[in-house]
């Protein structure tokens, strides 16, 4: 327990809290556009699969269990990730407490500069998310289990939404191109055999996560989607 507290304290402990939990972060992103995706399927199909998240684990638990599980995990990965890079941010600037005359911006520095305000970013995006097509409550005509409605009606409808959300997965794939090259580096699992490959993850991840996630709402404004 002490070892384990002495390492939350430390700069290494709460790189490495990032890491981890942002990989959790990482594996939830890419199953969500997953079934993003589902909605190409039409609202019987994409209707479905949403039913299905909610009653997965039936009749052996109560629907819904494994769902709040996924989602108090993803709770407390979220709160630990924003902890520790809240708390690096601190470390960091306690520790040239003169500011630069000149700043000269380094691939480094850019880097934790579009984490940090991509973080930002993201954080806030995924509150007016979950109040736009989960909650309901920033979405008028919101219809609970209708998730293929939901949809249509907010990115057709509020034509404000769209270029919102094409914007924060920018942000989303910016912040997990560096996130992913920066985990693995934090976990040593990069080595310079694996540099090129993990740097292809990293360049797949921010591009290719942007694209899935962007495709719904561009198909849903110029009308393939109704």
Do not use: K, N, Q, T
């Given at each position: 327990m002490a070892a384990a507290l002495t390492l939350n304290q430390s700069t290494i402990g709460k790189k490495a809290i990032m890491a981890v939990t942002g990989i959790v972060l990482y594996g939830f992103v890419i199953v969500h556009m997953i079934g993003n995706l589902k909605i190409f399927e039409g609202p019987e199909g994409f209707n479905?699969?949403?039913h299905f998240l909610r009653v997965v684990g039936?009749?052996?638990?109560?629907a819904g269990t494994i769902l709040w599980v996924i989602r108090i995990v993803l709770l407390l990965s979220v709160i630990l990730h924003v902890t520790a890079a809240i708390q690096l941010t601190?470390?960091?600037n306690a520790g040239r407490p003169i500011a630069y005359k000149k700043v000269k911006r380094k691939q480094?520095?850019?880097a934790s500069l579009t984490l940090r305000w991509g973080g930002v970013t993201i954080f806030f995006f995924v509150i007016y998310h979950l109040l736009h097509f989960t909650v309901g409550t920033a979405l008028p005509g919101f219809i609970e289990g209708d998730p293929y409605h939901n949809v249509i009606t907010g990115f057709s409808s509020q034509v404000w939404a769209a270029p919102v959300y094409i914007v924060a997965?920018?942000?989303?794939g910016t912040h997990l191109y560096h996130g992913v090259w920066s985990a693995m580096q934090t976990l040593g699992i990069n080595t310079r055999r694996t540099e090129k490959l993990f740097?292809?993850?990293?360049v797949l991840s921010g591009v290719g996560?942007?694209?899935g996630f962007a495709t719904v709402p561009i198909v849903v404004l110029l009308g393939i989607l109704k």
């Open positions: 479905a699969y949403s039936e009749p052996a638990l109560p601190r470390i960091d480094a520095s850019f997965v920018a942000a989303l740097r292809g993850i990293a996560l942007f694209a």
